[in-house]
């Protein structure tokens, strides 16, 4: 029988709190930050014992994937409009005219073209493949980022 499990960002501490801009969007073209947090949906046959995949394995792995974005400044590296300037200590962001020179350390930068809440959320679903391996009875992975308490996106994959 296929069930699932679903971690809840806000209430299990799988939140980041960053800075973005969304250049394509003209009340979002200027610096600003949110609370995210990042929920998941598993879905799979049970096995024996009642689990689909083991909880504790999920949450911490969502967690690193939160703290690399915490308290940062998101960069989307594949947007052709926004141009990345980087040396050793600082980066230069340039796109409709503005420029942003930030602390090198305090950017990541994630290969999406905009750091929508749709894109973060498949950037999380992609970072969350590569670091654990899915197990065989799983069927879906939905991932959501929401963007503040009440608003956010899904994104899904079925295997
Ligand atoms: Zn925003």
Redesign the pocket.
């Known amino acids: 029988m296929s069930a699932y499990i679903y971690i809840d960002g806000w209430k299990s501490n799988l939140r980041f709190s960053s800075a973005?801009v969304?250049p394509e969007y003209e009340k979002?073209g200027q610096l600003?930050g949110?609370t995210y947090a990042v929920h998941a949906k598993i879905t799979g046959k049970y096995d024996k014992n009642g689990i689909i995949m083991d909880f504790s394995l999920l949450k911490d792995t969502l967690k690193k994937i939160t703290d690399e974005l915490d308290h940062k400044i998101l960069i989307p590296e594949k947007n052709s409009s926004v141009k990345i300037e980087k040396d050793s200590s600082s980066v230069k962001i340039s796109f409709l005219g503005k420029n942003y020179v930030f602390p090198l350390a305090d950017c990541v930068f994630l290969p999406i073209s905009s750091t929508t809440a749709e894109n973060l959320a498949g950037y999380v679903l992609e970072k969350l493949q590569k670091k654990i391996v899915i197990p065989k009875n799983i069927e879906s992975i939905e991932i959501g980022v929401d963007?503040g308490y009440g608003q956010g996106a899904r994104i899904s994959k079925t295997f």
Do not use: F, G
């Open positions: 973005h969304i979002c600003h949110h963007e």
